[in-house]
């Protein structure tokens, strides 16, 4: 079981999303109720079921098409004869007049798209705080009005304690323009992968409690094994330096960092927001992965690509690299490539730190928007009632993520769904000729806001050896609170926007330096003074004033 307990010292990010102003679009006002809810009329209705509540199994009452912004992912191409795109039509009256978008043009093509008056019906895979640059454009729909048409959202979001941070997304206005996927746990997929052989050659069989001790081991695989040119060479640097590690670790370290790093993180012991980059906290992780690079453990190439990190961890000149519970069975495939089948590797529990041991980051993830016209549809219902089904019930979260029972999965003795032996995902099946998402359209990030949602779907989604990992990780670590809601509003964003980024780009910046000894950590107090130049004071100040307006 998890542990529950929340630490009173916890902290959460905070990331200021950007403003660009889009265009207005035309949609008729909805017709506001007392309690702020809106209401769908008769002529917005048509294909929707007359008793749709949580648990209902929809289908439309005639056929409906809804416009849907695609990110057509680069690892399983969109193909209109899928099965997913079949069974949608044929069990739920449903079909999509997609644009289709290569996933490295997403983001900018969704805000030109968005920005010019064109948005879709459906836009997918939105994270939290994208949707904010939209808001004042008035081209997405504050789908918070319409919760009450979303029973298995509303059942979600409650059973699963969620309330708090949907609060926390909530926009200036106090409503929501996001529907985000949701889980049932956190999502803990990433550490550190080891050589275990090479760690067992050191005379080391547990894996470390705290990132010292993991950073004594470092020390003592290297020494036992001379081969080596570094104990750790990382990936998933060459966009953000240690953007994995950095994050991983962070938590435990009472901060933000790699890829969660956000400029302003909510102290709770003094109740307000603080710019992460200045912290103590901060300084101590950069600190830890700088003495590692010092001392010769850690490849100072912070920059490196993927496939240059990899490889020295197949060919044994590293013994140990950022990995997921994805990237197992793809590390494990490399190797046995390279003729090295044999060679043990795993993932690490993730060690504590100074601040405990933690998990960070929130429940929710990526969602969809959806176009303010769409309230002006006759298909408007219908469509709410669709995505209500897609993404929210339990009976939608397992067509997305496993498909059609006796066509892609089974049911074992126990009724959890198991995929059929000639159809991989992952670490499940890996050697299967067909896969689950590039050939049938299943597992995939448009239709599976949360990889599972329910702990009991993800978890039938993992080899043994993964579930056992996960529950571990879960049952050992607290659960920090999400920060609460500071609503800036458009006069404030637009301040912010350029600060926002030009410090984080400076933050990250300094932080490789750090790292790799080309700037020394006794100029820290420059460093600080150099984020102040930038605007840190002001960011923080804007903030805070908005935390307060907010929280009256």
């Not at 002529?43 to 416009?67: C, I, L, N, R, Y």
């Not at 107090?525 to 605007?535: I, K, N, P, R, W």
């Amino acid at each position: 079981m998890l542990n529950k307990h929340i630490r009173s010292a916890a902290v959460a990010g905070f990331a200021v999303a950007a403003l660009t102003l889009t265009a207005c679009t035309s949609s008729a006002a909805p017709e506001e109720e007392g309690d702020g809810s809106a209401t769908i009329g008769a002529e917005q209705s048509v294909g929707a079921m007359e008793e749709f509540e949580a648990g209902t199994s929809f289908k439309a009452t005639e056929p409906v098409d809804f416009s849907l912004m695609y990110r057509d992912h680069t690892g399983y191409p969109v193909k209109d004869d899928w099965s997913v795109f079949t069974h949608l039509e044929e069990d739920r009256n449903v079909t999509f007049s997609r644009t289709d978008i290569p996933m490295a043009d997403y983001e900018q093509k969704r805000s030109l798209l968005i920005g010019g008056g064109e948005a879709t019906d459906i836009i997918s895979v939105t994270y939290s705080g994208q949707e904010t640059q939209f808001v004042s454009g008035g081209a997405i729909l504050p789908v918070s009005d319409y919760f009450e048409y979303m029973p298995n959202f509303q059942q979600k979001i409650e059973d699963w304690g969620l309330e708090e941070e949907l609060d926390a997304g909530k926009q200036e206005d106090g409503k929501n323009y996001l529907l985000p996927g949701v889980r049932e746990v956190p999502d803990i997929q990433y550490s550190v992968m080891i050589r275990d052989d090479l760690w067992k050659n050191a005379g080391i069989t547990e894996d470390p409690e705290t990132w010292d001790e993991f950073a004594e081991q470092l020390a003592t695989v290297k020494a036992a094994n001379p081969e080596l040119q570094y104990a750790l060479s990382d990936r998933w640097t060459d966009q953000t330096p240690l953007g994995s590690f950095l994050n991983v670790m962070a938590p435990n370290y009472g901060t933000s960092a790699g890829w969660g790093y956000a400029n302003t993180y909510f102290d709770r012991d003094a109740e307000e927001y603080v710019f992460t980059g200045a912290t103590d906290e901060y300084k101590d992780l950069v600190g830890y992965a700088a003495d590692l690079v010092e001392q010769g453990l850690l490849d100072p190439e912070i920059t490196q690509s993927d496939d240059q990190a990899i490889q020295k961890f197949v060919s044994g000149a590293s013994a140990a690299i950022s990995g997921n519970t994805q990237a197992l069975s793809d590390y494990r495939t490399k190797l046995a490539d390279a003729g090295k089948g044999d060679l043990p590797i795993r993932l690490i529990s993730v060690p504590a730190g100074p601040a405990g041991s933690n998990v960070g980051g929130t429940r929710f993830t990526s969602g969809v928007m959806l176009s303010s016209d769409v309230a002006d549809k006759p298909y408007f219902k219908a469509l709410l009632q669709f995505i209500d089904w897609m993404y929210y019930s339990d009976e939608g979260l397992e067509f997305g993520l496993f498909g059609v029972e006796g066509e892609t999965f089974e049911r074992g003795s126990d009724g959890t769904p198991e995929l059929l032996s000639d159809i991989g995902w992952s670490s499940i099946n890996p050697d299967a000729p067909k896969k689950l998402n590039a050939d049938f359209g299943y597992s995939n990030g448009v239709f599976v806001l949360a990889n599972g949602s329910s702990a009991a779907l993800t978890q039938a989604m993992m080899t043994p050896e993964i579930a056992e990992w996960t529950a571990a990780q879960l049952e050992a670590k607290e659960v920090l609170p999400v920060a609460p809601a500071a609503r800036l509003n458009e006069m404030e964003l637009e301040q912010t926007t350029l600060v926002e980024t030009q410090l984080k780009d400076a933050v990250q910046a300094a932080t490789a330096a750090f790292i790799t000894g080309q700037r020394s950590l006794d100029e820290w107090d420059a460093y600080v003074t150099e984020m102040q130049s930038l605007g840190s004071d002001q960011l923080i100040d804007t903030m805070n004033t908005a935390l307060e307006r907010t929280q009256k």
